[in-house]
């Protein structure tokens, strides 16, 4: 599994497509995105971790960063970010490349990102 | 040569973007985006206009329809903008503004004109989308300019407490040798 994530609008599905060669309307077979929405429906750690299990079956997974700005007042916000920042290392874990894109521009962090097609 | 450069509040972003325009050639240009409200702000921007002096920038102050200022540039100018957030809210809010992607034409026409171009801008992505107003297309918007000027760029950088994470191209030889 390749786990690519980044900031918000940075580009992330379009640079997905490039590296499996597949279109827009192709890449709901091969991938998932905005996955750190789902994090906040996972009671505890343990579910946590099973969604991370299941997501990781999928090809490519892709989540945006939100951990980057003030905490939030609201308490269920709070912990869903904090959900969604646990889940990104926990996906980051299970791959065996993780890319980051900032302004349309992939980095590797982990891994080799040359076996894909970019 | 045209560089962006991109990073979080006070990471140190431009004072590295000065230290790559510092090599420039002359004539070098600093174009101002930030509106003046009130003295305080008037006194600071007197002060780094000045100290932009003795480094050898003219400034050019440009809140909006910076493809018409262009013309105002010296021929074969080297140019600093610093920043596009700031330009895309003036052109997107301001009651003389161009509208949703004025700004990005703006930068793509000085980038057709300067002969050295360094663009600032601000990464402000990475704090959710739960947002009110219009601000998510702000964001929208200036993500967009991001990605098209980082397309367009020779080279691209993100600056985190102050060190540069080289995403496209990398130091010339003179920057390597004069560090800022």
Redesign the interface.
């Known amino acids: 599994m390749m786990f690519v994530t980044g ?5 992330k599905r379009d640079y997905v497509c490039r590296a499996l060669g597949c279109t827009r309307e192709e890449l709901a077979a091969r991938a998932v995105w905005d996955v750190q929405d789902l994090a906040a429906d996972a009671p505890d750690a343990g579910a946590l971790a099973a969604l991370a299990d299941r997501l990781a079956g999928y090809e490519v997974v892709i989540a ?7 905490v ?1 007042v609201d308490a269920r ?1 709070r912990a869903a ?1 904090e959900a969604a920042g646990r889940l990104a290392c926990l996906l980051a874990q299970r791959a065996e490349t993780v890319v980051r894109v ?4 992939p ?1 590797t962090l982990k891994g080799d990102s040359s076996c894909w097609s970019i | 040569m045209m560089t ?1 450069v ?1 990073g ?1 509040a006070a990471s140190g972003k431009s004072e590295f973007a000065e230290a790559l325009a510092r090599q420039f050639a002359s004539p070098r240009v600093y174009i101002a985006t930030m509106q003046p409200f009130g003295e305080e702000a008037l006194a600071r921007i007197r002060k780094h206009r000045d100290r932009r002096a003795r480094m050898g920038f003219t400034t050019l102050e440009c809140y909006t329809g910076l493809a018409t200022a262009c013309d105002a540039l010296p021929g074969n100018a080297s140019v600093l903008l610093e920043c596009l957030g700031n330009l895309v809210a003036n052109e997107r809010y301001s009651p003389d503004g161009g509208g949703e992607g004025a700004a990005l034409a703006g930068v793509l026409c000085l980038a057709d004109r300067c002969r050295d171009l360094v663009v600032v801008t601000n ?1 402000v ?6 947002y009110e107003g219009d601000t998510l297309g702000y ?2 918007e200036l ?2 300019a ?2 098209a ?3 367009r760029a020779d080279r ?1 950088v ?1 600056l985190t407490v102050g060190l540069p ?1 080289w ?2 191209g990398g130091p010339t030889q003179s920057e390597e040798e004069n560090p800022h």
């Open positions: 900031p918000l609008f940075a580009g945006t960063e939100v951990g980057g700005g003030v939030p916000e970010r900032v302004c349309g521009l980095q | 962006l991109i979080g990464e992505f990475s704090g959710g989308s739960d964001l929208r993500a967009n991001n990605r000027l980082a397309a691209v993100e994470n995403l496209k």
